[in-house]
C-alpha cells in the first residue's frame, strides 16, 4: 500500500537509490519472488527514466551515474566531466557546499563508476586509483563499500586511509567496527575490492543505510545520502537470474529502511532509479503465490530500455513523467534551496 503524503514542501534531506542494472523487469521478478511485495511499491509517484548518453544509445555505468549525479550527459566510461572533459560538479558536492552531510553507501567497490560519479572526476572509470585519489577532497561524511586495495595498496605509494586518519576519520574494516565508532567522519572499506554478494552471505546494505542515515540526520542542515545496489547489474551480465533477483530484493530491504525514516522524518524525499537496465531481461512466467518466477535474458550487456523511478516525501511529484537522466541535481538543488 503507498504512503500517502502529508509532509513540508521542501525536504532538508535527500536519499537517491540506484539499482544499477534495475529495468523494469528486474522489479517486477523481484516483486513475485516476494509474495506480490516490495517496498518499491509503495511509493506514491512513479516516473520513466531515458537512459541514453551522450555518444550511445546504450549507455554504461559511468555515463549514467554522471548523468544523476551531475546533470549533464557524457560518454560513456567518463566520470564527473562533460564529454570534452570540462569537470561538473556533483548534487553531493553541492550538499556539501551548503554544509549537509553525505554519505555513499554501496555494494562493490567505492572506486566503481556510480559511486566515483558522485566525488570525483576523471576520463577513465578504470583509473580507480585515481578515482580513490578525489575521496579526502570529497568532505563525505559516511562511506561504506569495497576498496581497501585502491585506498591502500596504489602504485603512487599513498595510503589514503591513513591520510583520512590524519584529517580525523574514522576508518574501519567491518560495519559492527562502524557501528560502534565515535562521532564524526567514517569510512568503512568492507572488502579488498568488490564485497561478496549477497546468496554468499554478504547482508550489510541495509545495515548500512540505518547505520548512515543515524549518523547523518545528527547535521541540523540535514543530509544527502547516495545509495546503490551495485550488483544487480552483474547478475544481469551473467545472465543469472538468481543472482539479479537476490540483488534486486536485497536492494529493496535497504529501499524499506530508507522509506521508513523518510515516513517518520516527514522532511526527506526518497528517490530510488536505476542507471540503466542489464540482460535484456524478459519474464517469461511466474506465480506470485509460489513466490517463482522464470525469466529470459536477449544479452549479456546493457540495453536502451528505460527504467523505473520511484519518490516519496516533499517535492517527490517532480519526478513523475517521462524524464531525461539527467533531471535529478536541478531538481533536487531547486526544491531544497541548495546554492551551487
Not at 224 to 249: A, K, P, R
Request: proline content about 4%.
Amino acid at each position: 500500500m503507498a504512503f500517502v503524503q502529508l509532509y513540508a514542501k521542501a525536504p532538508k534531506n535527500v536519499i537517491i537509490m540506484i539499482g544499477d542494472g534495475m529495468g523494469f523487469n528486474q522489479v517486477q521478478a523481484a516483486l513475485t519472488v516476494n509474495g506480490n511485495f516490495l517496498n518499491m511499491a509503495r511509493f506514491p509517484y512513479t516516473g520513466i527514466e531515458k537512459t541514453y548518453s551522450a555518444n550511445d544509445y546504450i549507455t554504461d555505468s559511468a555515463a549514467g551515474g554522471t548523468a544523476i549525479a551531475c546533470g549533464v550527459k557524457t560518454n560513456n566510461g567518463m566520470i564527473g566531466v562533460t564529454p570534452d572533459s570540462v569537470r561538473k560538479s556533483s548534487i553531493l558536492a553541492v550538499a556539501e557546499k551548503n554544509g549537509v552531510a553525505t554519505g555513499v553507501v554501496v555494494t562493490c567497490n567505492l572506486t566503481h563508476a556510480t559511486p566515483a560519479s558522485f566525488y570525483a572526476h576523471a576520463g577513465s572509470r578504470n583509473s580507480t586509483q585515481e578515482i580513490a585519489g578525489w575521496f579526502p577532497q570529497s568532505g563525505i561524511d559516511v562511506a561504506i563499500g569495497g576498496g581497501i586495495a585502491d585506498f591502500e595498496k596504489r602504485k603512487d605509494g599513498r595510503n589514503l586511509s591513513a591520510e583520512l586518519k590524519s584529517k580525523g576519520y574514522q576508518v574501519v574494516y567491518s560495519l559492527e567496527e562502524a557501528a560502534t565508532g565515535k562521532p564524526g567522519q567514517l569510512l568503512a572499506l568492507l572488502a579488498e575490492d568488490h564485497p561478496k554478494k549477497v546468496s554468499e552471505g554478504r547482508d550489510y546494505l541495509p545495515k548500512a543505510v540505518s547505520l548512515a542515515l543515524s549518523r547523518l540526520s545528527k547535521n541540523p542542515k540535514g543530509f544527502f545520502l547516495m545509495v546503490e545496489g551495485s550488483q544487480i547489474d552483474w547478475g544481469g551480465h551473467n545472465n543469472d537470474q538468481d543472482y539479479m533477483v537476490s540483488e534486486t530484493v536485497d536492494f529493496d530491504k535497504a529501499v524499506g529502511e530508507a522509506l521508513e525514516f523518510a515516513r517518520k522524518d516527514g522532511n526527506t524525499l526518497v528517490i530510488v532509479t536505476a542507471d540503466h537496465e542489464t540482460g535484456g531481461t524478459a519474464i517469461r512466467e511466474g506465480s506470485f503465490e509460489k513466490k517463482t518466477v522464470k525469466v529470459d535474458f536477449t544479452k549479456v550487456k546493457h540495453t536502451g530500455a528505460p527504467v523505473p523511478i520511484f519518490a516519496f516525501g516533499p517535492g517527490a511529484e517532480q519526478f513523475t513523467g517521462w524524464l531525461e537522466n539527467t533531471i535529478y541535481k536541478n531538481r533536487i538543488i531547486k526544491l531544497t534551496g541548495w546554492k551551487e
